[in-house]
T-cell receptor
Framework: EPEVTQTPSHQVTQMGQEVILRCVPISNHLYFYWYRQILGQKVEFLVSFYNNEISEKSEIFDDQFSVERPDGSNFTLKIRSTKLEDSAMYFC????????????FGSGTRLTVV | AQSVTQPDIHITVSEGASLELRCNYSYGATPYLFWYVQSPGQGLQLLLKYFSGDTLVQGIKGFEAEFKRSQSSFNLRKPSVHWSDAAEYFCAVVPSGGSYIPTFGRGTSLIVHP
């Protein structure tokens, strides 16, 4: 069964450093998403991406965050200057259509900022 | 304010016992409703969804959920739990007529005793 792949599974970074989280969505999917879950809190929407541009973003997704689809397969989330409060599990997801709520999620990247 | 609430952070059941996980929402109109499961080390997987029609929805892995408009609830049930059901369960909501992006609850961790 097709799956969404996220790398790395766990990343530790120093505060102030840039970090890039990588995702390979399902090949025929057109919509891509990033969510995050701070430990013990809700899974929060960050951003959706379609046709090489952001289609929606939340208030969490400020200027420190950016997304990119650098080639035909990868979808990345960059945090420019990490803060302690960015420590969370980050989930990538993809879907064929934006009303196709059967999102396929990756297994997540646990980001720890020290 | 619009929200989705999972009041139970942890639920412990014995294998073979029945299960009910609670989800309540606060939206003006009936939203689209979903349950996802996250097994350890895995991504979120869609269990079932409700858009309209029959208020009892069947999903994968023997799960079902019942939409109750009067209680603004969408509780997940399983008649007999297996040890492999131990996981994190997330209720999610998409407001009808609004953004297509699901809003997730904080999750309920299911612990299954032998």
């Amino acid at each position: 069964e097709p799956e969404v792949t996220q790398t790395p599974s766990h990343q530790v970074t120093q505060m102030g450093q840039e970090v890039i989280l990588r995702c390979v969505p399902i090949s025929n999917h057109l919509y891509f998403y990033w969510y995050r879950q701070i430990l013990g809190q809700k899974v929060e929407f960050l951003v959706s991406f379609y046709n090489n541009e952001i289609s929606e973003k939340s208030e969490i997704f400020d200027d420190q965050f950016s997304v990119e689809r650098p080639d035909g397969s990868n979808f990345t989330l960059k945090i420019r200057s990490t803060k302690l409060e960015d420590s969370a599990m980050y989930f990538c997801a993809s879907s064929l259509d934006r009303t196709d709520y059967g999102y396929t999620f990756g297994s997540g990247t646990r980001l720890t900022v020290v | 304010a619009q929200s989705v609430t999972q009041p139970d952070i942890h639920i412990t059941v014995s294998e073979g016992a029945s299960l009910e996980l609670r989800c309540n929402y606060s939206y003006g109109a009936t939203p689209y409703l979903f349950w996802y499961v996250q097994s350890p080390g895995q991504g979120l997987q869609l269990l079932l969804k409700y858009f309209s029609g029959d208020t009892l929805v069947q999903g994968i892995k023997g799960f079902e959920a019942e939409f109750k408009r009067s209680q603004s609830s969408f509780n997940l049930r399983k008649p007999s739990v297996h040890w492999s059901d131990a996981a994190e369960y997330f209720c999610a909501v998409v407001p009808s007529g609004g953004s297509y992006i699901p809003t997730f609850g904080r999750g309920t961790s299911l612990i299954v005793h032998p």
